[in-house]
């Protein structure tokens, strides 16, 4: 079952431009099961390294296939994929009565968010996260894995210190700039990371971004007058 998760995985994450999985097979490392390497350009190249995101990797049997997943992360774990710079999260549903047919669903969990997790979650021993399916066109998840490393070196810093509550954001006394970034130079894909993937938000200061704790968003565009 775990081979079969982990080829899968390695095809989807392979067939992409940029991006090249590196996971073992019963591994023996305490908490990842590997890492996705992350490339501005040619790669297996180093000089075109830019990131690595290390990843997990869960299998389950079912007789039919969800339109969403969850799953119970450990408290210790989420601390330790927090202090270590996020973690993609995989679960890999298997269909075993029809050869093995198959889907992926994903969780990216950036430090910030997973420091908001762990506070509301600082009394069980479990942490319960949704996941969502993986893309079809793997160009966009690619995008989302580049725009996931630029944000994590981002928070990485505040990961021990004290970080905004969205509704103590506004300063009453001067204006306000909350931003967020993109990684993609595609104009065709703006659309789509604005409201189809999660953002994160930051408060612009003279020194610094600062993350908003409340750090996953969704942007809806709606027609007409709400």
Avoid at 123 to 150: A, G, W
């Amino acid at each position: 079952k775990e081979h079969l998760s982990v080829a899968y995985i390695n095809l989807y994450v392979d067939s992409t431009e940029s991006l090249r999985s590196h996971i073992e097979v019963d591994d023996k490392l305490p908490i990842w099961d590997g890492e996705i390497l992350v490339y501005d350009g040619i790669p297996d190249n180093k000089n075109n390294l830019v990131g690595q995101v290390k990843l997990q990797v869960k299998s389950k049997e079912v007789d039919d296939f969800k339109k969403q997943e969850e799953f119970y992360i450990p408290l210790q774990d989420a601390k330790n994929y927090m202090k270590s710079g996020g973690v993609l999260f995989l679960v890999v549903e298997l269909q075993p009565k029809d050869g093995c047919s198959h889907k992926i669903f994903y969780r990216l969990l950036p430090p910030i968010l997973l420091k908001t997790l762990i506070k509301r979650n600082k009394d069980r021993k479990n942490i319960k996260i949704q996941l969502r399916p993986i893309p079809n066109d793997n160009k966009r998840f690619e995008i989302e894995i580049k725009d996931f490393v630029y944000e994590s070196l981002k928070q990485q810093s505040y990961i021990d210190k004290p970080t905004l509550r969205l509704e103590n954001v506004v300063d009453k006394d001067r204006p306000t700039t909350i931003i967020t970034s993109f990684t993609t130079k595609e104009s065709g894909d703006f659309a789509w990371q604005i409201t189809s993937q999660p953002i994160y938000l930051y408060k612009q200061t003279p020194f610094a971004d600062i993350p908003i704790e409340d750090n996953e968003f969704l942007v809806t565009v709606k027609n007409g007058y709400s």
